[in-house]
């Protein structure tokens, strides 16, 4: 092999996830799979050498699944809440939601794997 192509037959390689050819790291790839919630998980589910990887995988299914969440939480908020009260609710929820994904992203960031309850365990069986 010379650099992704077989020297004798001339045939790609298939190899770049596994030679670490990748242009970011695994650690870095399954961050920003939180970075623009379910647009990024499914971009790093499509993207090869990334969905080859069974971190990235469970980062991106657990980061779309993650604003699945929170966008129904959102939208109970707005059905189910008094217009009143949900002045009070829906800032402290946007506020909270936010931190998680900071969190999420720095944790993952730091290569530690945070199991989100309910849907960790989703995303951990889609990986």
């Not at 650690?27 to 499914?42: D, E, K, P, R, S």
């Not at 990235?56 to 009260?85: C, D, E, K, N």
């Not at 945070?114 to 951990?124: D, K, N």
């Amino acid at each position: 092999m010379q650099g992704s192509f077989c020297g004798s037959c001339g045939a790609g390689s298939t190899t770049a996830a596994k030679t670490g050819d990748t242009p970011l790291e695994d650690h870095v790839a399954a961050a920003l799979c939180y970075l623009f919630g379910f647009i990024t998980g499914i971009i790093f589910l499509a993207w090869s050498p990334y969905n080859q990887s069974k971190n990235v995988r469970f980062h991106a299914y657990q980061s779309i699944l993650l604003t699945v969440a929170w966008l129904l939480v959102h939208f109970m908020i707005a059905l189910f809440i008094p217009f009143g009260f949900r002045f009070t609710l829906g800032p402290l929820v946007q506020i909270a939601g936010m931190l998680l994904w900071l969190f999420m992203m720095w944790k993952t960031y730091t290569k530690e794997r945070i199991v989100l309850p309910v849907i960790g365990p989703i995303a951990e069986k889609q990986s």
